[in-house]
């Protein structure tokens, strides 16, 4: 059986769904019709919700509607749309540069969706298909995004999400990848060595967006036998350098630091 938590937040997404271009007001019981609960339990989450700044309630009417909270989850979403179109051509300048992959990523649910790649032009290379959704404890890209998201929801993912090994590299304890987390802030950006494939190495840093949001990653990838300790150094700051950039683009703010 779903436990209260989980009843919570269909309840709380069936109220969302309710509401659209042509019905963007709702009152409580049209709500509960629709979303087929209870009209009590309608009002007291439209209630919280409206605390939470997720609906807004009409002064005379007294009908909800989509609030501010929503407005500001919309433009992250979009954001990540726009994010692989202005990395395109950061994306063909590293590749030239160090003539290894590099693929971009996007933060979804509790994993990493890759959404551009440019390949190497070396015979051997690493290759990840666009589309293809990796967790974010094993890897370069997937571990730069996760030692970047809110500390509570941080917390909460490595309180939940099982860190199945994917090779004798990955990281399998909590504590041990808290404290990886912990050095890539430090140094800006993550390091893998066989962590999701054995014989593959890479580097990556995050990609912010307004208010700090991680919105992804940005990784350089290849075979570990082309990937030397000062290799993965140069790599690493050049990865740095260009997510910066593509981070103020995207309207990130250096002076106004992250979101977490």
């Not at 309840?11 to 007001?25: G, K, N, R, V, Y």
């Not at 030397?228 to 002076?255: H, K």
């Amino acid at each position: 059986m779903p436990s209260d938590s989980t009843k919570v937040l269909s309840h709380i997404i069936a109220i969302l769904d309710c509401f659209s271009a042509t019905q963007p007001e709702l009152g409580v019981r049209e709500v509960a019709r629709m979303a087929n609960i209870s009209p009590s339990t309608a009002g007291r989450l439209m209630t919280g919700m409206k605390e939470a700044y997720i609906l807004k309630q009409h002064p005379v009417s007294r009908a909800y509607s989509p609030g501010s909270k929503v407005l500001a989850w919309a433009s992250v979403y979009l954001a990540q749309l726009n994010l692989r179109t202005v990395a395109l051509s950061f994306m063909e300048e590293v590749r030239r540069t160090t003539g290894e992959t590099v693929t971009l990523y996007i933060l979804d649910g509790n994993d990493r969706l890759c959404v551009e790649r440019m390949e190497s032009q070396h015979s051997i290379r690493m290759v990840t298909r666009v589309g293809n959704k990796l967790p974010l404890y094993a890897g370069s890209a997937g571990k730069a995004i996760l030692a970047y998201m809110p500390a509570v929801w941080q917390a909460e993912y490595l309180r939940t999400v099982a860190l199945k090994p994917l090779t004798s590299q990955t990281y399998s304890d909590p504590v041990a990848l808290q404290k990886e987390l912990e050095k890539i802030r430090q140094d800006g950006y993550a390091a893998s060595f066989g962590e999701w494939i054995l014989e593959a190495s890479g580097v990556a840093a995050p990609i912010f967006g307004p208010d700090g949001v991680v919105l992804g990653a940005l990784s350089i990838s290849g075979p570990s036998a082309r990937f030397t300790a000062q290799l993965m150094g140069e790599y690493g700051a050049e990865v740095r350098r260009v997510t910066s950039i593509i981070s103020q683009l995207m309207g990130f703010n250096p002076a106004a630091g992250l979101g977490i």
